[in-house]
């Protein structure tokens, strides 16, 4: 039977009638030995070998195509590439060992197919084996036994170490285990990463607008910062901050447009300031202010009316009618005029008109109705011709006499005073009519009485109780009234009132001394001689007095004053009640110090040291903590100078002022180890980088950092400095600590 990849009509035609091969052709079949992996190079490395079989007729000639896929060909998988042989392959023998390598990503399986030079996938076919074979069911071999790759990344602190499959490693680099199968192939590749560091430098470039907010920092000044602080894995951590701080921009425009303007995209048709927000060339927010006055064209109408021709805009008009000119106006906006001219050689006009006894017109008095003309001229010089018709109407007068006690109405109004009145009416003529009323008021008699009493009063047979004013109406000889007014007050009203105070009060209506609240009554005989009496509402507030202890390690945060106290003793905060009275907090406090013990240790090898027993093999800035008998935190430093084979040394005192010359700066010394100081960088204890150098040699206190920022000396204080070294070997290295300055 044929395979799947047999070629039966191939061989059907090479077969004679006694079964014998026609053609002599060969019989190849390969097998996939191992796929090893390169971890420098990132190649696989496939070693086969191909075979041609006893019972081939043929010898397989050179340049043999053996083709290799990610995957099955027959599904879609990609061709890796093409091996081409360089031997003939005898029948009965095989070329061993051969390799192939290459790069791919995501390798699941490798399929092997010989005898073909197909660069993409699919079913295959006859056409698609170069050499003539007798059999192609074996051309193709799969394989799943490929590398697997790990990679594992460690940090450790200097002087620590990591462990891996019975390795020890302390450095830091890069390192390769591999573990092989059974057949000897590759079977497992760990990639190892190995961060040994008693400081992690971590530089951070970041480019932002306006201010930048950094390990609880506002920073709105571009610059370098550091921030120094413990990692993970309990190491030093300084992290630097290349800030660059772009602000944001505004920019004014004053435009004038008529009727509309458009800007940005958005058309305004209305004078006013607006506003447009976009971004800048450095990303940050532009706003851009648009000062608009917007004008507005104009359309003016004239009516003239004139009796000869009409002079008008560079034009003589003869004819009645209505006319346009465009022009500009003050705000270069288009403007139209409009005429509406009317020429007339006559003007006539008549008018209708009525008066009261007599009419004044064009300067005459008209006392009798009649027809009258007047000619005249107008304001634009034409004859005028006006004819009245006039009707004149007379007026009426009638007078009365009146006489009352009090107001009267008259004509809808009320009149309370003798005298003469007139009332102006119209006739049925549409005349004045003048009434004239002669009035005699008889006004009513008035008294007024004030009386005092102390509880009730009876007048006039009236009983009267309450304060106030009381009206009691009578008549006069001559029938009118007679009023009088009492005014009632009564003095034996009590009063009350209310008072607070703080712990006592003395009060003036009895002189007592009172320290708690109460209802207090006191009667008396007022200055009218009534009973009276005065009740007072007392309210007692009591001040307050808190007495507090406290004890603390350092400092001591007192909430009820937001203040931070350092020193133990006696503290007074004076305060006042929600009713205003005072209050006071006495706080006793007791302030326990924290320790910091220092070691400075210079040495040449290993260093074991006495406080934690701890054996060091670099040079750094250990500590250890521990809590006081008072409960605080203590502090033991180890700053550790370790002199390695390189002989590089630095200083960690330096005196500006010192007469020896080469105490008067900080630089780093060598026996000849350096071949350049790199950069070397000084830090304030905030991080701040005060000053640098890079690129001079070592041993020349002349190119080191003399204890000054901006040309000024600075305060004695502890620096760190951080080094970047090129050695005469060729390494480059790090190396880092601290500088104390003294006067």
């Not at 192939?100 to 005898?115: E, P, T």
């Not at 830090?683 to 980088?689: F, H, N």
Request: charged share 20%; glycine share 6%; with cysteine.
């Amino acid at each position: 039977m044929n395979g799947k990849y047999n070629n039966f009509y191939q061989q059907e035609s090479l077969l004679d009638s006694n079964g014998m091969y026609k053609v002599p052709a060969a019989s190849l079949t390969g097998a996939i030995q191992c796929i090893n992996y390169d971890p420098l190079t990132d190649e696989y490395l496939v070693i086969f070998d191909v075979y041609n079989r006893n019972d081939a007729s043929a010898i397989a000639d050179t340049n043999l195509a053996i083709s290799f896929y990610n995957g099955d060909p027959t599904n879609g998988a990609a061709l890796i590439g093409i091996y081409y042989s360089n031997k003939k392959i005898y029948r009965g023998d095989s070329l061993k060992n051969l390799e192939f390598r290459f790069s791919a990503k995501n390798i699941k399986d490798v399929f092997m197919v010989v005898n073909t030079v197909r660069n993409n996938s699919g079913n295959f076919n006859d056409g698609d084996f170069i050499q003539k074979e007798c059999d192609y069911t074996d051309n193709i071999f799969r394989t799943i036994d490929l590398p697997k790759i790990d990679t594992i990344h460690a940090a450790i602190c200097k002087g620590n170490q990591f462990v891996f499959q019975d390795s020890i490693y302390t450095e830091s680099g890069k390192y390769i285990q591999k573990l092989k199968n059974t057949k000897g192939c590759d079977s497992i590749y760990f990639r190892i990463f190995i961060t040994a560091t008693d400081s992690v430098f971590v530089n951070q470039k970041i480019a932002t607008c306006d201010a930048f907010v950094w390990n609880g920092k506002n920073i709105s000044q571009s610059g370098v910062y550091q921030f120094d602080t413990l990692n993970r894995f309990g190491c030093d951590s300084i992290t630097t901050l290349d800030l660059t701080i772009h602000k944001s921009t505004q920019s004014n425009t004053k435009q004038t447009a008529c009727n509309r303007y458009t800007w940005n995209g958005t058309e305004y048709t209305q004078s006013g300031i607006y506003q447009y927000k976009t971004t800048n060339a450095v990303a940050c927010d532009s706003i851009a202010i648009l000062d608009l006055q917007i004008h507005f064209s104009d359309t003016v109408v004239q009516k003239i009316s004139t009796c000869n021709p009409y002079s008008w805009n560079g034009r003589t008009l003869t004819q009645s009618g209505i006319y346009q000119f465009d022009t500009i106006n003050q705000f270069n906006c288009d403007s139209v005029i409009i005429l509406n001219l009317q020429i007339t050689a006559l003007i006539q006009s008549r008018e209708n008109q009525s008066a009261c006894d007599q009419y004044f017109w064009n300067g005459k008095v008209y006392t009798n109705s009649g027809t009258y003309d007047y000619l005249t001229k107008n304001a634009l010089g034409c004859d005028s011709m006006i004819t009245l018709d006039l009707k004149i109407n007379r007026s009426d007068s009638v007078f009365t006499a009146q006489t009352s006690c009090a107001a009267i109405d008259w004509n809808g109004k009320n009149y309370t005073q003798s005298g003469r009145y007139f009332q102006e009416t119209k006739n049925i003529k549409g005349c004045d009519s003048i009434t004239t009323l002669d009035l005699t008021i008889i006004p009513p008699k008035e008294n007024f009485i004030n009386k005092d009493i102390c509880d009730s009063i009876t007048i006039l047979g009236r009983k009267i109780d309450r304060a106030g004013r009381y009206d009691f109406r009578l008549a006069d000889v001559n029938g009118c009234d007679s009023v009088l007014h009492y005014d009632i007050a009564i003095r034996s009203n009590p009063s009350n009132m209310k008072l607070s105070a703080c712990d006592s009060l003395r009060w003036n209506g009895n002189g007592k001394v009172y320290t708690n609240s109460t209802l207090i009554t006191e009667k008396f005989n007022n200055q009218y001689g009534c009973d009276s009496s005065i009740t007072l509402d007392l309210h007692i507030a009591k001040s307050k007095e808190i007495f507090l202890e406290a004890s603390a390690c350092k400092e001591y945060f007192w909430p009820e004053t937001q203040k931070i106290l350092t020193q133990s003793g006696d503290y007074l905060h004076l305060l006042q009640t929600a009713e205003q009275c005072d209050s006071a907090i006495h706080l006793k406090l007791t302030i326990h110090p924290e320790y910091y013990d220092t070691d400075t240790i210079i040495s040449n090898k290993k260093y074991t040291w006495p406080v934690n027993q701890i054996t060091y093999d670099s040079s750094g800035n250990y500590f250890i903590k521990f809590i006081s008998k008072d409960q605080c935190d203590s502090i033991h430093y180890l700053h550790l100078t370790i002199i390695k084979e390189n002989n590089i040394f630095y200083p960690n005192v330096i005196h500006p002022n010192s007469q020896i010359k080469q105490n008067t700066a900080f630089t780093i010394f060598d026996n000849g180890a350096i071949k350049s100081i790199e950069r070397l960088r000084i830090y304030d204890r905030w991080g701040e980088l005060i000053w640098q150098r890079e690129n001079f040699p070592s041993n020349d206190v002349n190119n080191g950092w003399d204890g000054t920022f901006r040309d000024k000396a600075v305060n004695p204080a502890v620096f760190v400095w951080v080094a970047d070294l090129l050695l005469t070997d060729g390494r480059k290295i790090t190396e880092k600590g601290d500088v104390t300055v003294v006067e």
